[in-house]
């Protein structure tokens, strides 16, 4: 990681623990499958994408209240997302059994 990476976080965030909490949460956020907020070319690591992040001011300092809220929204965004998947996984399953029937009334595959 280059120093000036962190001079110009520093600048922003000029208290050292928040700006590691934040870089902490963030790397953390991306090693999970975040998309960044920045293009890079190189295949940064996460902490270093992180930090240029909150250099350039897309980060904004949260509370630990409206982290755990914000966890809280995600969590249940991706249950949803998952039983909508299932549901829909389902609704194909139930289609394939329907259109098998439709297509071989009697349910007995075509013998040749």
């Given at each position: 990681m280059k120093l000036k990476t962190m001079e110009n976080a520093l600048?922003?965030?000029p208290n050292r623990f928040?700006?590691?909490m934040?870089?902490?949460a963030r790397a953390k956020e991306i090693n999970e499958g975040e998309s960044t907020l920045?293009?890079?070319e190189d295949q940064a690591k996460p902490v270093v994408l992180a930090?240029?992040?909150i250099a350039q001011g897309m980060i904004v300092l949260a509370t630990h209240d409206e982290m755990g809220k914000i966890r809280e929204a995600?969590?249940?965004l991706r249950e949803r997302a998952l039983r909508v998947a299932e549901e829909e996984?389902?609704?194909s399953d139930e289609d394939g059994v329907d259109s098998y029937a439709s297509a071989h009334p009697n349910g007995d595959p075509v013998k040749s």
């Open positions: 600048e922003m965030y928040q700006l590691t934040m870089a902490v920045i293009q890079e930090l240029k992040e995600k969590r249940i996984s389902l609704k």
